[in-house]
């Protein structure tokens, strides 16, 4: 009897787990070349927002005085100089960054003066002008103005992925 229950139980455990593993593996995935395509997009996209940003406060930022730095980019400055947890020079960009955007905010820096800008959720466009004062990046001004609307378009593997995810888990 209890050898009986025992290969009872065995059967059913494998078959549970077989079955768990078939449905594993049909979990629908993004293929490299989309996820590739993905991040293409969303670097034109966000050059896209900036020149909408930069064109409506008429700013001079252009590729040869300023230099472009995303918040990826500061982190990775930061780890690179140390790493400190008490930089006021570091906290003063970063705590820039934190705002709710559409596409990436991106600062514009050049020696002792800076600018961040972003595109908020309703479009307005925020420009940040900061300059450089004893080690600290202070705010010197804070504009914003009506900005157009930027079509952010999902890729034809991205609606793929979606509908096939959602199937996926309305079968569950």
């Known amino acids: 009897m209890k050898k009986t229950t025992f ?3 065995g059967l059913y ?3 549970c787990f077989n079955s768990f593993n078939a449905q594993a593996d049909v979990l629908p995935r993004l293929s490299t070349e989309c ?3 993905m991040k293409n997009r969303d670097v034109h996209y966000n050059k896209e927002l900036m020149k909408d940003i930069i064109s409506s406060f008429n700013l001079d930022i252009d590729d040869h005085t300023y230099h472009e730095v995303t918040d990826r ?4 400055a930061n780890l690179i100089y140390g790493g400190k ?9 970063h705590k820039q960054f934190i705002v709710a955007s559409r596409g990436k ?3 514009f820096v050049k020696p002792s003066e800076a600018y961040l800008l972003y595109k908020q959720p309703d479009n307005t466009n925020v420009a940040v002008h900061l300059k450089l004062n004893n080690f600290k990046w202070e705010v010197i001004e804070k504009k914003k103005k009506g ?7 999902l890729l034809k593997c991205e609606k793929e992925y979606l509908k096939e995810k959602r ?6």
């Open 7 to 9: 290969i009872i139980a």
């Open 73 to 76: 980019n500061l982190d990775a």
């Open 147 to 153: 900005g157009n609307a930027v079509k952010y378009k």
């Open 105 to 107: 905010p991106t600062l």
């Open 35 to 37: 996820i590739e395509n």
């Open 13 to 15: 455990v494998s078959l």
């Open 85 to 93: 947890d008490i930089d006021e020079y570091y906290q003063s960009l």
């Open 167 to 172: 199937e996926y888990n309305n079968n569950d």
